[in-house]
């Protein structure tokens, strides 16, 4: 059977409180107060949809063989490249083989994540792929003082499709198509424009969902009673049990919509309120899915004994636990450049970047891949022809080691005002890990009177630098404090 076969999901650390919005804002657009309640979720200023993405993929793959993955999609209206391919740079982060892998970006709908998985699932029935990982990411940047600040928030999440093992097996699927556009996002524009919000509530949410949910179920011959959970995206939360009401369907078994945690996260919050479904469900439950943007699709899932032996995943759940509250505005909108800041003379000196050889490289920068000496078994980053163990000085002997997913502790730290940082001070130091390695790394997620040393520290995929001029936008691993 086809179907879900692990499941992973990230949302950001830090979590805005809307009330800290409307404080500092509502002088302008007073009208905000009207959705104070709760907090969002924030990505640091280091992360992206990439990021966040490589995390939820990570998570999705804990206990899993990420070389058995053959077909890789990358669902995200925030991707920072239009002409490279995304979901390669996810692919070699997770340090997925190259040969015999499919990638694509599925992108221009906040349905791109459902749409994706579909395609991911006729992948499997037509025997093209066996195991296809689909994760779907948005970091979306809204302007001041309007109500897409109040209501949207960051994140990922991602779903293993497969054969074997299936936790979640697939009941059907349907989908409708329609140009309805109550927002768009122009070339070169860095903000959606986002229509009347009576419009996307009658004419968008409130008639396009339920048909889609009523054409599935009419296609798979059943009831929405049938199912246990019921999921779809929907921020304003009088529409979202009004369109439970419109489908016969009890307001118990309607997942929430999540508003209150972390906002609406795009192109991922039907994966993440699904996630987090998952995460509550028991065998034989039913699980209906659906994304909307454009038209809807829809899903249906009947989850299977299996979901008892799935243990490695952090989750939506998980996430969710792990927060820091921000609890400056103006600290947010210099994280997403809503505002123009002076980083000093320091943040001015950016090089072309080689892409000669982040191509040679790759393995190392992106996947964080070091070596292992065969002979005397001494980890070591970066990797070089001669090992570093004074014992051993073997040369040639290196075969490769992933330092991605090793636990950490902190050996030294210090926190640098000096250094140009969007969040200063720069907290930097060295770090050793289970198993042998010690590495040089950025710290991130952290405030530098929370560190110490002995501290565990787990990797994360963050941004390096982004050169404006070129419009290139660089990634590397830090290290993240578990305070």
Not at 56 to 69: E, H, L, P
Not at 75 to 95: E, F, H, Q, V
Not at 426 to 455: H, P, Q, S
Request: with cysteine; aromatic share 10%; glycine share 10%.
């Amino acid at each position: 059977m086809v179907g879900i076969t692990s499941y992973g999901g990230y949302i950001p650390r830090y979590r805005l409180s809307r009330m800290v919005i409307v404080q500092n804002m509502a002088w302008l657009f007073p009208v905000m107060m009207g959705a104070a309640q709760g907090e969002k979720s924030v990505a640091n200023w280091d992360e992206d949809a990439i990021t966040m993405a490589v995390a939820a993929g990570f998570d999705c793959m804990s206990g899993k063989d990420r070389k058995a993955v053959d077909a890789l999609y990358l669902a995200s209206t925030t991707l920072p490249y239009r002409d490279r391919l995304n979901a390669g740079i996810l692919a070699t982060a997770l340090n997925i083989p190259a040969k015999g892998v499919a990638s694509a970006d599925y992108t221009s709908s906040l349905k791109a994540g459902t749409s994706a998985a579909i395609s991911a699932m006729q992948a499997i029935e037509s025997g093209s792929n066996n195991n296809v990982l689909v994760v779907a990411s948005d970091q979306r940047r809204t302007k001041m003082a309007n109500m897409s600040e109040m209501f949207l928030g960051d994140g990922s999440a991602a779903l293993l499709f497969g054969k074997e093992d299936v936790i979640a097996k697939l009941i059907g699927h349907y989908s409708t198509t329609y140009d309805f556009a109550d927002h768009y996002k122009g070339k070169a524009k860095d903000f959606d424009y986002v229509w009347e919000e009576r419009w996307t509530k009658d004419e968008g949410f409130k008639k396009i969902i339920p048909e889609a949910i009523s054409g599935y179920l009419e296609q798979t011959g059943g009831k929405i009673t049938d199912y246990d959970k019921v999921v779809y995206p929907c921020y304003y939360a009088r529409e979202h049990m009004g369109i439970a009401k419109q489908l016969g369907c009890d307001p118990a078994k309607v997942q929430d919509n999540m508003h209150a945690v972390c906002g609406d996260t795009g192109t991922a919050h039907p994966f993440v309120m699904f996630v987090a479904a998952l995460q509550e469900a028991k065998p034989g439950d039913k699980i209906l899915l659906a994304g909307f943007g454009q038209g809807c699709d829809v899903l249906g899932f009947e989850v299977t004994d299996k979901i008892n032996d799935l243990k490695g995943p952090v989750g939506i759940k998980g996430s969710l636990a792990n927060k820091a509250e921000l609890d400056s505005y103006q600290k947010y909108a210099t994280f997403r450049d809503l505002v123009e800041v002076d980083l000093g003379l320091r943040s001015e000196l950016y090089g072309n970047t080689a892409l000669t050889t982040l191509w040679r490289k790759r393995k190392m920068l992106l996947g964080l891949v070091g070596g292992k000496c065969t002979k005397c078994g001494t980890p070591q980053y970066p990797v070089s022809g001669i090992c570093v163990n004074p014992e051993c000085h073997s040369v040639n002997c290196m075969e490769d080691y992933e330092f991605a997913t090793k636990a950490g502790t902190v050996l030294t730290y210090t926190g640098d005002m000096l250094a140009a940082s969007i969040d200063p001070p720069a907290v930097y130091g060295v770090v050793t890990f289970e198993g042998g390695g010690r590495m040089w790394i950025d710290f991130t997620d952290c405030a530098l009177d929370n560190v110490k040393v002995g501290m565990p520290v787990k990797m994360s995929f963050r941004i390096k630098k982004t050169d404006e001029i070129r419009g290139y936008r660089g990634y590397f691993w830090k290290a993240v404090p578990q305070i």
